[in-house]
């Protein structure tokens, strides 16, 4: 059960509420779903000796709020309110999956916001972003009566129907099968989970891919981005080395022998990752360094000053740096 929170600001519709600690220049961290339960959690120990780790509940769960909209766009606007509550004017991000989706909306739409960030074996930018290849190779690593249960139970959570425990049974089912290893994946954590935060974002997710959204918006932002894919994720890294594509500053690492929660498997894996791009920042570039300062004047509370363009304009795509394998430069 996640601790009590230490913080709760107010967005456009509603309270999000989180949790920090550490000390030194501020990462967000993003978690997965949609309609997930925080789980990030067990990220956080090797990140707060030389970061202020901020986490938040995604609306949909307690303790943030349980009401919508549910869709990209004021997912982004959450996060946007996270920043401005607490006084913070750009940050690292580190997102993970459907949160490391969310990381490359949150550059799209406000770059100016982000420092650098670390996307972990996200959903992709680019064609359904690895969604049916996912949900194949989920079910090809499990017994065929378990993939067509998990099968039938996320179709229908799609739909916005079925319950909490159905969705929960589902991804149980399945979750061995987000490791390298499925023989030894460790247990699944307690989760909580919201169906019509799941299937009402899912609905906002693949509107944005029909619309090219990403594909059209990435090709101009600048921000350091770094990929971390698992070599054995049930997302092929091919979706993740498509996304990076799009950036024009964009890094790509694969870790060998590895699932989807990279840091479980890997653990330091994205603590590397998230040192070797701050080193990268210099000057007006840095981080902020978390403080208890009030929130900015100039913007606004709600996070929208800077909210998704379905329509954003075309942009050629620049060079980048795909290192396969290779650890990434320090």
């Known amino acids: 059960m996640a601790s009590p ?13 989180g949790w920090k600690a550490g000390s030194g ?29 901020i986490r938040y509940q995604q609306r ?3 303790p943030s709020t349980t009401a919508g909209p549910f869709d990209v766009e004021t997912h982004v606007a959450d996060t946007v309110s996270v920043l401005n509550g607490l006084g913070l004017d750009r940050v690292l991000v580190i997102g993970h999956s459907w949160g490391g989706h969310l990381a490359m909306h949150l550059i799209a739409a406000q770059p100016d916001r982000i420092a650098a ?14 969604e049916a290849d996912l949900g194949r190779i989920l079910g090809e690593r499990c017994l065929p009566e378990a993939a067509a249960r998990a099968a039938e139970l996320d179709q229908r959570a799609l739909r916005g129907e079925g319950s909490a425990a159905d969705q929960i049974e589902g991804l149980g089912l399945v979750w061995p099968g987000y490791f390298a290893d499925a023989a030894t994946a460790p247990p699944m954590p307690a989760m909580e989970v919201s169906v019509t935060a799941y299937a009402e974002t899912f609905r906002s ?27 054995k994720s049930p997302i092929p890294t091919t979706h993740g080395f498509a996304s990076a594509a799009l950036m024009a500053n964009a890094e790509v690492r694969t ?8 840091w479980l498997e890997r653990p330091g894996t994205v ?23 009030a929130p900015r004047a100039d913007r606004d509370q709600d996070g929208r000053d800077g909210q998704l363009r379905e329509n954003a304009g075309d942009g050629e795509a620049g060079s980048q740096r795909v290192l396969g394998d290779r650890p990434v430069p320090r």
Request: net charge negative; glycine share 14%.
């Open 5 to 17: 929170p230490d913080f709760e600001v107010q967005a456009v519709h509603g309270g999000i509420a």
């Open 25 to 53: 220049p501020a990462v967000v961290v993003l978690h997965g779903g949609p309609g997930l339960s925080d789980y990030t959690d067990t990220l956080e120990p090797e990140l707060v000796d030389a970061y202020t780790v």
């Open 60 to 62: 949909g769960l307690a």
């Open 117 to 130: 960030a670390v996307v972990v074996d996200p959903l992709g930018a680019v064609g359904d972003g690895g």
């Open 205 to 231: 997710i693949r509107r944005h891919l029909e619309l090219q959204t990403l594909v059209r918006s990435l090709p101009q932002r600048t921000v350091p981005t770094l990929f971390l894919l698992g070599e």
């Open 255 to 262: 870790v060998p022998e590895c699932g989807h929660l990279v």
């Open 271 to 293: 603590r590397r990752g998230l040192d070797s791009l701050r080193a990268r920042l210099g000057g007006s570039g840095r981080p902020d360094v978390a403080s208890t300062e």
